[in-house]
């Protein structure tokens, strides 16, 4: 049984950086699309940003871009979030995802394994 588990999370101030992962335990052996989404408090879970197999595809949300880099090691079933320049409204849990088939989707629903999400707190 294949299980998602995030680390990483924590609090930091306006400008501030933190580096969340994703490690998938079990067995994978079907290349899979992992993502990045997260949910703040009284808001709908959102997208943050993806990562394709081949690590070739990295979209992300318009408020990630510039400052998040997602990267992987498909050797170690590790996916990773670099967040730099954070900001108070960056504040959520964030939740890693993976899509077992598929190309790299900003659809909650397309995905079909989660992780239990980290907390991420940025203070002003």
């Known amino acids: 049984q294949v299980r998602l588990v995030e680390s990483g999370g924590g609090s930091v101030q306006a400008g501030g950086s933190l580096r969340l992962s994703c490690a998938a335990s079990?067995?994978?052996?079907?290349?899979?699309?992992m993502a990045w989404f997260r949910q703040a408090p009284g808001k709908e879970r959102e997208f943050v940003g993806a990562?394709?197999?081949?690590?070739?595809?990295?979209p992300y949300a318009d408020s990630a871009k510039g400052r998040f880099t997602i990267s992987r090691d498909n050797a170690k079933n590790t996916v990773d979030m670099q967040m730099n320049s954070l900001k108070p409204e960056d504040t959520a849990v964030y939740y890693c995802?993976?899509?077992?088939?598929?190309?790299?989707?900003?659809?909650?629903?397309?995905?079909?394994?989660w992780g239990q999400g980290t907390q991420v707190t940025v203070s002003s």
């Open positions: 079990g067995s994978i052996v079907i290349p899979y699309t």
């Open positions: 990562i394709s197999w081949s690590g070739d595809r990295t």
């Open positions: 995802a993976a899509r077992v088939s598929g190309s790299a989707s900003d659809n909650a629903y397309d995905y079909n394994l």
